[in-house]
């Protein structure tokens, strides 16, 4: 019976990880839940788009100017869109009376499906299906969430591939907005 106590005890030894096991653990962990977003500049024209709102009522890309608007790709069986909903919506919210905007385009739900997601999730802010004049404005994007910040111009400035965060819509979208109020 000696003997196999300290067998007990090696195969304990052998099953504990070590520190930096744990730690890519962890860093594995921290990616999985929030991975990175690669955040370029692009400062360049949007050709005119239109979408057609679920409930029938047609959005012009000419209706937005003058606001800073997060154009936002998105599906509602992606995880990472589903987290970052919450963080648009509190955004949208805190920032909305100073002139910014949100239009969420899914890149393959129906106008029904949209509008019962958004719905259920208790989202205001706009969201419609992708289009041809979509695709042409801004590239035919099948990464989500993939989002697009536009200024009062009509300029594309900024293309997150990746989920957003508060911290980085503050970044990008308060300098656009600050911009947008000067005479």
Same mark, same amino acid.
């Given at each position: 019976?000696?003997?196999?106590?300290?067998?007990?005890?090696?195969?304990?030894?052998?099953?504990?990880?070590?520190?930096?096991?744990?730690?890519?653990?962890?860093?594995?962990?921290?990616?999985?839940?929030?991975?990175?977003?690669?955040?370029?500049?692009?400062?360049?024209?949007?050709?005119?788009?239109?979408?057609?709102?679920?409930?029938?009522?047609?959005?012009?890309?000419?209706?937005?100017?003058?606001?800073?608007?997060?154009?936002?790709?998105?599906?509602?069986?992606?995880? #990472?869109?589903?987290?970052?909903?919450?963080?648009?919506?509190?955004?949208?919210?805190?920032?909305? $009376?100073?002139?910014?905007?949100?239009?969420?385009?899914?890149?393959? $739900?129906?106008?029904?499906?949209?509008?019962?997601?958004?719905?259920?999730?208790? #989202?205001?802010?706009?969201?419609?299906?992708?289009?041809?004049?979509?695709?042409?404005?801004?590239?035919?994007?099948?990464?989500?969430?993939?989002?697009?910040?536009? $200024?009062?111009?009509?300029?594309?400035?900024?293309?997150?591939?990746?989920?957003?965060? #508060?911290?980085?819509?503050?970044?990008?979208?308060?300098?656009?907005?600050?911009?947008?109020?000067?005479?």
């Amino acid at each position: 019976m000696d003997r196999q106590a300290p067998k007990k005890l090696k195969v304990s030894k052998k099953w504990t990880p070590s520190p930096l096991t744990l730690i890519l653990l962890g860093l594995i962990a921290w990616l999985w839940f929030r991975p990175p977003a690669d955040v370029s500049e692009e400062n360049r024209p949007a050709p005119p788009w239109q979408v057609t709102l679920p409930d029938g009522r047609l959005l012009t890309s000419d209706s937005l100017k003058g606001k800073v608007v997060l154009v936002n790709f998105w599906a509602t069986w992606c995880p #990472y869109c589903r987290k970052e909903k919450p963080v648009i919506d509190d955004f949208w919210h805190d920032t909305r $009376d100073r002139g910014f905007e949100v239009v969420s385009i899914s890149i393959d $739900d129906s106008p029904e499906k949209i509008a019962s997601w958004m719905q259920d999730k208790g #989202y205001a802010f706009m969201a419609a299906p992708t289009n041809a004049s979509v695709a042409a404005a801004f590239g035919n994007v099948t990464s989500v969430p993939t989002s697009f910040i536009v $200024d009062v111009e009509g300029r594309i400035r900024h293309k997150i591939a990746g989920q957003v965060h #508060y911290p980085r819509l503050e970044k990008l979208v308060a300098p656009l907005l600050a911009e947008a109020k000067q005479p």
